[in-house]
Nanobody, 118 residues
Framework: QVQLVESGGGLVQPGGSLRLSCAAS?????????MGWFRQAPGKERAFVAS????????DYADSVKGRFTVSRDVNKNTIYLQMNSLGSEDTAVYYC??????????WGQGTRVTVSS
């Protein structure tokens, strides 16, 4: 079965950094796999953050995180990362890892909480 496990969340001060990880298993990595990060802040809808195409490494970012966040993949570990820099209170959310094959995200992790506060 497909399993996505996020880690790396926690409490960080404004201006600080965190790196999130998502370890994936049960996926066919030989296919045209898309993996991405989403987040859901309190009282808000779940929103796209960043994505990476497994085969090519091509990345996309939401405008709100461009220049601050970097998504990457480790093909040997079946893991994606989200390096988050210059964090602000607006980044406080539960961050979810997701994956899919046909232009939609079909699988989701349980989420990891990021709190930006002084």
């Amino acid at each position: 079965q497909v399993q996505l496990v996020e880690s790396g969340g926690g409490l960080v001060q404004p201006g600080g950094s965190l790196r999130l990880s998502c370890a994936a298993s049960g996926l066919d990595f030989s296919k045209n796999l898309m993996m991405g990060w989403f987040r859901q802040a309190p009282g808000k809808e779940r929103a796209f953050v960043a994505s990476v195409r497994w085969r090519t490494g091509t990345t996309d970012y939401a405008d709100s995180v461009k220049g601050r966040f970097t998504v990457s993949r480790d093909v040997n570990k079946n893991t994606i990362y989200l390096q988050m820099n210059s964090l602000g209170s607006e980044d406080t959310a539960v961050y979810y890892c997701s994956s899919g094959f046909a232009g939609s995200y079909d699988y989701w992790g349980q989420g990891t909480r990021v709190t930006v506060s002084s």
